[in-house]
């Protein structure tokens, strides 16, 4: 374990993972359940093929609603025991350095795209601005993944109560929830697909996908692709009474939970 940073605790893994199997299995049901064959992307064979594995489209859409109000729950309940730390997570996400970021935003997609020579030989400078905890392109999709994930909750809730408790003249509550759900789920669905490529398929980023099992990853990972992350660490290490005892893990093993706790 020596040389390792603690970067997300036993919660936060396990809540990302269950949120993700939410995510698949709330997309194949919810694909299943969308009637209209000309805005479905897989057209009609695959709500056909999901209502006869179901048992019908009745059932199909309990399940879903089910699964929903499990991911719903799951999060309150997350949110309630660790307020602290979720309110630590939407700081993160929602701080950004506008002239630094939008610097990283040009390079990033550059650097894997064309690569770093050809960007040397455009006479582009192929250093990165210094990212912190989450990096900004990290953030981009994490900011709308929390808001829309949110509208997505909310507009749930309204369509599953349409039929047990919400009166008729609220019908245009519930089209407008259909049509927002719809159009919500595809913005971050199509998200998903570069956060999902940039986490787990691009190499660079592997030992932070490792972290999203062990929890830990390399301070050499941290120093090139997190160094204000790093050099906050190091401050807090520092400021610490026993600081003369160096806590920093390059000399004497794992990172303290309580640091990365603050993150
Ligand atoms: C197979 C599916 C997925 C994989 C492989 C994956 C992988 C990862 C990894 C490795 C991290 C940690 C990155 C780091 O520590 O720097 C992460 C963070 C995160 N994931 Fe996922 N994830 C998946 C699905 C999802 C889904 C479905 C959502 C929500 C809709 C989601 C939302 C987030 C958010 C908000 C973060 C924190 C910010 C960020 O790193 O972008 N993930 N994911």
């Known amino acids: 374990m020596n040389n390792k940073i603690l970067r997300h605790n036993t919660s936060d ?37 999901m209502e006869s594995l179901c048992g019908g489209a009745e059932c199909l859409l309990t399940v879903h609603e089910i699964i929903g109000l499990v991911w719903i729950s799951a999060f309150l309940l997350y949110l309630l025991l660790n307020f602290r730390a979720s309110m630590n997570f939407l700081r993160e996400i929602f701080t950004i350095h506008p002239r630094r970021d939008l610097v990283w ?27 912190g905890f989450y990096n900004v392109g990290q953030k981009a999709f994490a ?42 789920v595809g913005l971050v669905t199509a998200g998903l697909a ?45 400021s610490l009474p026993d600081s003369g005892t160096s806590r920093t893990q390059e000399a004497t093993g794992v990172q303290e939970q309580s640091t990365a706790d603050k993150i």
């Open 13 to 49: 893994i396990i809540l990302h993972w269950f949120n993700a199997l939410c995510w698949f299995l709330l997309l194949i049901t919810g694909l299943g359940v969308l009637g209209n064959h000309q805005i479905n992307p897989l057209g009609k064979w695959f709500p056909a093929m």
């Open 105 to 131: 935003l040009l390079k990033k997609p550059l650097q894997l795209t064309i690569g770093n020579k050809a960007m040397r030989r455009l006479g582009l400078n192929t250093e990165l601005p210094p990212q």
């Open 143 to 184: 900011q709308p993944a929390v808001i829309l994930g949110l509208i997505i909750a909310v507009t749930g809730i309204i369509m599953f109560l349409s039929d047990k408790v919400l009166a008729e003249e609220q019908t245009v509550l519930v089209i407008w929830s259909i049509g927002i759900h719809y159009v919500a």
């Open 194 to 238: 570069i956060h999902i490529f940039m986490a787990a398929i691009n190499i660079e980023e592997r030992p932070a996908f490792y972290s999203m099992f062990s929890g830990y990853v390399p301070v050499e990972h941290v120093k090139y692709h997190n160094p204000l992350w790093y050099e906050e660490i190091i401050q807090e290490e520092q």
